[in-house]
């Protein structure tokens, strides 16, 4: 009959939010912290870079704003600090939802998808080795497009093979 409609989601992302970070360029050693978001932060900063100096440390960001059922992305430029030496990375938005990277000779741009934590700490973490980082983002993934083809009414093709003549209601 008449009046029908259908729509068609196509899933494209419709960009990103707002930084979410206080300092992307890690060079503002304040705006950072240590273990579990509290207390000086454990790496070192020093020429627009945060590096390590043992296995096992963080930085963090602590307060980050989150919102159920969103996802998040994080864009963490890294290297290993020492070429040759394994470095893994570990990126944290709270205690469980993290992804680990493991870490060439040169930057990298090392992105993560990471869904709403359970705390709002943003934490890097070398679990492997000395790291470099010098640059961090996490934003949050947008909603999708709807609506983007409707269809209406019923079909105007009177013939099967894709012909346009004899154009007739049917």
């Given at each position: 009959h008449r009046g029908q409609q259908s729509y068609i989601l196509d899933g494209a992302n419709t960009g990103l939010g707002d930084e979410l970070l206080a300092d992307t360029d890690i060079d503002n050693s304040s705006s950072w912290n240590g273990t579990g978001g509290s207390g000086a932060?454990?790496?070192?900063?020093?020429?627009?870079?945060a590096y390590s100096t043992d296995s096992a440390q963080w930085i963090?960001?602590?307060?980050?704003?989150?919102?159920?059922?969103?996802?998040?992305?994080?864009?963490?430029?890294?290297?290993?600090?020492?070429?040759?030496?394994n470095a893994?990375?570990?990126?944290?938005?709270?205690?469980?939802?993290?992804?680990?990277?493991?870490?060439?000779?040169?930057?990298?741009?090392?992105?993560?998808?990471?869904?709403?934590?359970?705390?709002?700490?943003?934490?890097?973490?070398?679990?492997t080795g000395n790291i470099k980082v010098t640059s961090a983002s996490l934003k949050a993934i947008n909603d999708k497009h709807n609506a983007t083809t409707?269809?209406?009414?019923?079909?105007?093709?009177?013939?099967?093979?894709?012909?346009?003549?004899?154009?007739?209601?049917v």
């Open positions: 932060a454990e790496f070192t900063f020093s020429n627009g870079e963090t960001q602590p307060s980050i704003i989150q919102t159920t059922g969103t996802t998040y992305k994080s864009v963490v430029r890294a290297k290993r600090a020492t070429n040759g030496v893994v990375m570990s990126i944290y938005h709270g205690a469980n939802s993290s992804t680990t990277h493991t870490l060439t000779d040169e930057y990298v741009d090392y992105t993560s998808y990471l869904p709403k934590g359970d705390t709002a700490v943003f934490y890097i973490y070398n679990s409707v269809f209406y009414g019923d079909e105007m093709w009177d013939l099967a093979d894709n012909s346009v003549a004899n154009w007739t209601a």
